[in-house]
């Protein structure tokens, strides 16, 4: 399924800080969510890529990630 740009995830993941690492958890469902999310950013164009469609924000207040979740942001930046 292609997404557009504007799409949050349906399932939720849960996104941890242990021993100075990130570390994402998620189901299946979960994690081929998140990368769709990749992939739908890694596909909009320079011009999308300065608007608020470059990225997508995870946090348990959200409802888009599981309960203790550290507030998460996945942020396109073509000139990385």
Avoid: W
């Avoid at 999308?48 to 348990?60: I, M, Q, R, S, W």
């Avoid at 409802?63 to 942020?75: H, K, Q, R």
């Amino acid at each position: 399924m292609k997404r557009n740009s504007f799409v949050e995830p349906v399932e939720k993941l849960k996104i941890l800080y242990k021993n100075g690492e990130i570390e994402i958890q998620g189901n299946r469902e979960g994690l081929k969510d998140l990368g769709e999310i990749c992939l739908a950013l890694s596909e909009l164009s320079d011009e999308e890529a300065k608007t608020a469609a470059n990225h997508v924000h995870f946090a348990d207040y959200m409802n888009n990630a599981e309960d203790g979740s550290i507030p998460t942001t996945v942020l396109l930046k073509p000139n990385l």
